[in-house]
């Protein structure tokens, strides 16, 4: 059996104040998503959990 785990490290959200950062971000994260998603429809990749380590905030402030 095979269990697997994609890793996703740094994403350093910024909480979207800037519009352009918003955007960048979620362009990156929504990428993500579709990926991981039309890889399992075509039964290329069967995902268990993600995992996401690293700095997921930029500098901390409650906004990220």
Known sequence: MNIRYPH??????TGGKDPAE???????????????ESMAER?????????????VADKARPEE
Request: glycine share 8%.
């Open 8 to 13: 996703l490290s740094d994403f350093h959200l």
């Open 43 to 55: 039964n290329k990749l069967n995902v268990d959990s993600i995992v996401i380590t690293g700095d």
């Open 22 to 36: 918003a955007f960048k971000q979620g362009s990156v994260t929504g990428s993500l998503t579709e990926f991981i």
